[in-house]
């Protein structure tokens, strides 16, 4: 395998050099090679009955979406080079022995990646689209060369200035038939609280900004002009709304549509502990799949979806309960969705010939997996495939590809050795899956007879999809572990504990001690927990200085877990300490605070 690397002054001379190296394969030669053969385990994926994989590299870097051009040459987009401080952050791989592994790595771009996490990667009229947090660019393709033009053109600008402090600002793309572009702009925040006073997590018991400033230039999807250069946000068209964050989005030739999937919002326990449990906070609100037409409106940040009832729910900000519907019945509803986050990364309409002619009536959805379901096991980190009939969703989704976490059960997001982002759809119909830990690339491929695929081909992805603790739908006591959860404990710190201790632990180095090198959070469970509970008054030794101030009891109003929470977070950040703190060790101090016994 050759690596090569392109600063932006080199490029040239790379792109020659791997010119020199290769011929180019696939349509372009006139000829389509055959399948090669797949790894030995399927490169560790589980696939259904006919499918093989072979992996076409291992350690990209941190991979987000990805292309495949005609001649099979794939771009890959990352979300940071470190080798070059942020710039050549795409990657460019062929594969010239025809064995589907990589022959040729090339890392080239000039832009320079800056905050969040960039995804764009597409094809469309010859070009290569890239897209930063900031930018959208595209380079031409130029037959039998694997890397593009070094002329850049810059589509579209962000302009907005507070776009490095927003969530949700990345922007994947996708193109219809008729030249234009279309970009989601995501929620800067979680769920439509003041991001100015609380932050985008927002604060337990908050309410809703009614009318939400948000909508105006956020939580939708605009359309384009796909080659006209230097566009802002103000020369697009609002296409639609109501869409928190969108990764997800894909133009379906088959019915000329736009389509997307969207991450629903999170910690509902953790903000309304009294409306949610924190099983319902685990599995709500759905991950929507959706058909984005002109003029559309799917809620955000009024209402949510929930799959188990079939509606759209007023959002608790708003005044929800979990049933109440209120406006929440004017809004467009869902084809359908998957449980709560699950994290859909991208979206693909098959249209190939390699496959059984099922997949072609459908769309396969990449999942990276939760960070949020705690005390519940963390879920997604699959491959799905949504059926449809007539156009229609049939009712059913299906686990098509397993195998990524490597291990049985998430308790944390970082227990996954591989998260899916990524995919795309070769010349030949196979099907490319990119993961974003280490860069890992799969190629899949259909080996048995298209027409003979059956049902039974499903079975053994069925009998997963019912006891995958990161697939199935967690008993609310069997699959509780008790843990706190990292997340909910950075909600909770920013609303109780961050003005004396300060976000970044070090307290204000008067009255209220930092936590960073503290042996009161490196010591002992039961002890922390206590002073958390019972709260704590007197003279305290930190580091070696004395300290007098007051901390108040937050047993009364918080829950067991939400102190497990805090403190899971508080040992992780500022302690290095990756030993979460459990419900039951706060269960216990409670006992033995209220009967004095230790």
């Not at 877990?561 to 419900?583: G, Q, R, Y």
Request: hydrophobic residues 35%; contains cysteine; aromatic residues 10%.
């Amino acid at each position: 395998m050759k690596r090569l690397i392109a600063p932006a002054h080199l490029l040239p001379l790379v792109l020659a050099a791997a010119l020199s190296q290769c011929n180019t394969p696939g349509k372009e030669s006139g000829r389509q090679k055959p399948l090669p053969d797949g790894d030995k385990n399927n490169a560790g994926l589980i696939l259904p009955g006919g499918f093989e994989a072979v992996a076409v590299a291992d350690s990209l870097g941190r991979a987000r979406h990805l292309a495949v051009n005609d001649n099979g040459d794939i771009y890959v987009k990352l979300t940071y080079n470190e080798t070059m401080h942020g710039k050549g952050g795409t990657v460019a791989l062929r594969d010239e022995s025809g064995d589907g592994k990589a022959d040729i790595i090339a890392y080239f771009g000039a832009n320079k990646d800056e905050g969040g996490l960039p995804a764009g990667m597409s094809i469309y009229d010859g070009y290569l689209y890239t897209s930063t947090v900031k930018y959208v660019i595209r380079n031409r393709l130029i037959p039998g060369q694997l890397l593009p033009d070094t002329k850049t053109d810059t589509i579209f600008i962000d302009t907005d200035s507070g776009l490095f402090r927003h969530w949700h600002s990345q922007k994947p793309l996708a193109f219809d038939n008729a030249g234009h572009m279309y970009i989601p702009f995501g929620a800067p925040d979680d769920g439509g609280q003041d991001m100015k006073t609380v932050g985008p997590a927002g604060m337990p018991g908050g309410k809703g900004l009614d009318p939400s400033p948000d909508l105006e230039w956020h939580a939708g999807i605009w359309q384009f002009d796909a080659s006209k250069p230097r566009q802002t946000q103000k020369d697009g068209v609002k296409y639609a709304t109501g869409l928190r964050s969108v990764l997800g989005i894909a133009w379906n030739p088959d019915d000329n549509s736009l389509y997307s999937v969207v991450n629903g919002m999170d910690n509902f326990h953790t903000r309304y502990p009294n409306t949610f449990s924190d099983w319902q906070a685990a599995v709500l609100p759905g991950e929507a799949f959706v058909k984005v037409t002109k003029g559309s409106d799917y809620g955000w940040p009024y209402a949510y979806y929930d799959q188990m009832q079939d509606k759209n729910i007023l959002s608790p900000a708003y005044g929800g309960d979990g049933k109440i519907t209120g406006r929440a019945e004017k809004f467009d509803k869902p084809i359908m969705a998957f449980p709560g986050h699950w994290a859909p990364m991208d979206l693909l309409f098959y249209q190939g010939n390699q496959f059984p002619a099922r997949y072609k009536k459908g769309a396969f959805v990449a999942f990276h997996g939760s960070t949020d379901r705690s005390p519940y096991p963390q879920a997604g980190y699959v491959v799905c495939f949504i059926p449809f009939d007539n156009g229609k969703f049939s009712g059913k989704y299906e686990l098509f590809a397993d195998g990524f976490t490597v291990v049985d059960t998430v308790y944390n997001t970082s227990d996954a050795v591989y998260r899916p982002m990524g995919l795309a759809e070769g010349p030949d119909g196979s099907l490319y899956i990119c993961e974003s830990n280490k860069g890992k690339i799969w190629r899949v491929m259909y080996k048995g007879d298209p027409n003979k695929f059956r049902d039974a081909d499903l079975a053994r992805m069925d009998t997963l999809a019912a006891t995958r603790t990161y697939v199935k739908t967690p008993d609310s006591t069997k699959d509780n572990s008790g843990r706190g959860g990292d997340m909910a404990g950075h909600i909770l710190y920013g609303s109780y504990c961050v003005s004396c201790h300060q976000r970044n632990g070090m307290g204000d180095n008067n009255r209220y001690p930092p936590l960073v090198g503290s042996d009161w959070v490196a010591g002992p469970h039961d002890r922390l927990i206590k002073v958390l509970l019972n709260g704590l008054q007197g003279e305290i030794k930190v580091s070696g200085k004395t300290f007098n101030g007051v901390m108040p009891a937050h047993g009364p109003f918080l829950d067991d877990h939400a102190i497990a929470s805090i403190l899971t977070f508080v040992k992780k950040s500022f302690n290095k300490d990756n030993n979460p703190v459990l419900t039951e060790e706060v269960k216990k101090a409670r006992v033995s605070l209220a009967t004095g016994h230790p």
